[in-house]
């Protein structure tokens, strides 16, 4: 093709490119088909307190492929996000997230769990993005204040006004929201107190070394203290050892969500776990 293209674009040819490029068509037509195919399910990462209490968890998207196996969504999120269909996914997500909070209230051991949701910028920025969480809620009958959204910081930023009046629109209804990620962006303190949200949650590169890096350890305290300046709830993700779980709990972080605790599980064994977390602690 580069050949019949002329002389100028054979210097762009690049077979490599090609692949990729070749490869990157192939999975947006397999991702097209994934939900219609019902190929999409949610994963449930527990969020847990200092006493540890599951209090929440966070919906984690997952693609089981015929062939490919399951895919992570760091390979097909941004995928999503470009080709737009990450618009009807994530209405899917909304709406199978409502579902699990349902049955989880008819659940002893599940009653009252938050659940977590993330949100694509591209999604949010809808226009019609409120009225439709507004919807999804009413016609699955879900209590709003069960459902929390995570935005991200780089989100946030592309309209700062904009987000703002979304996120009162959400809190009017109920619906919490919480900055995931955070730290890894450019808040800055004046435009995050403008801000209606309920939660930081504090991006796991900065956990991972908290024990023995100052400089990540310097950081997780001043979020920590931002949290509680700003009277907003903090969460740490990532949390994997003992030692970064104290030193979060040492400097006032109370809820916790990490492979220490649990991975992230198809919605029979989140119950599973439940329910043995629950009869370990009574019996
Ligand atoms: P995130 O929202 O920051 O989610 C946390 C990620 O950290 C998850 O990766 C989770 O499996 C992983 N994680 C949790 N605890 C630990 C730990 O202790 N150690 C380590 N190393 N990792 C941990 P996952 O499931 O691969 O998701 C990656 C990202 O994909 C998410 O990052 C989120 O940005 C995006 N994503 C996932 N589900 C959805 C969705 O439904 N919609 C949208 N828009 N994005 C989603
Ligand atoms: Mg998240
Ligand atoms: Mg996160
Ligand atoms: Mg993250």
Redesign the pocket.
């Known amino acids: 093709r580069a050949k019949t293209a002329g002389r100028n674009t054979m210097r762009f040819f690049d077979p490599g490119l090609q692949a990729s490029l070749e490869a990157r068509t192939l999975l947006e037509a397999a991702l097209r088909r994934a939900l219609p195919e019902g190929q999409l399910l ?2 449930y ?1 527990a969020q847990v307190n200092a006493m540890g209490q599951v209090v929440g968890a ?5 693609w089981q492929h015929p062939t490919r196996g399951m895919v ?3 390979q097909f ?1 941004s995928l ?2 470009e080709s737009g269909l ?1 618009i009807p ?2 209405g899917w ?1 909304l709406e199978t997230a409502c579902a699990q909070l349902n049955q989880w209230e008819k659940m002893p051991v599940a009653r009252g769990l938050k659940l977590s ?4 910028a591209r ?1 949010f920025r809808q226009a019609d993005f409120v009225p439709q969480v507004s919807e999804i809620l009413q016609r699955m009958g879900t209590n709003p204040a069960l459902l929390k959204i ?1 935005l ?1 910081e780089s989100l946030v930023l592309d309209d700062v006004t904009g987000t703002i009046e979304k996120m009162h629109a959400l809190k009017a209804m109920g619906v919490r929201c919480s900055m ?2 955070f730290g890894t962006g450019y808040s800055s303190l004046s435009y995050l107190k403008r801000l209606p949200l309920d939660q930081l ?1 504090i ?2 590169s900065f956990v991972r070394d908290i024990a023995t890096d100052e400089g990540d350890a310097v950081i997780v305290q001043t979020i920590i203290g931002m949290a509680h300046n700003l009277g907003l709830d903090v969460i740490a ?4 050892t003992e030692a970064q779980q104290e030193f979060l709990v040492r400097h006032g972080c109370t809820v916790f ?4 605790f649990s ?2 599980l198809p919605v029979a064994e989140f119950e599973s776990m439940l329910e043995n977390r629950t009869s370990s602690r009574c019996g």
């Open positions: 949610l994963h990462q966070e919906a984690l998207l997952r992570s969504p760091m999120i999503a996000e990450i996914i994530g997500v949701v993330n949100v694509s999604q995570e991200t995931d990620d949650k991006d796991r993700e990532g949390v994997e969500q990490g492979f220490l991975r992230p």
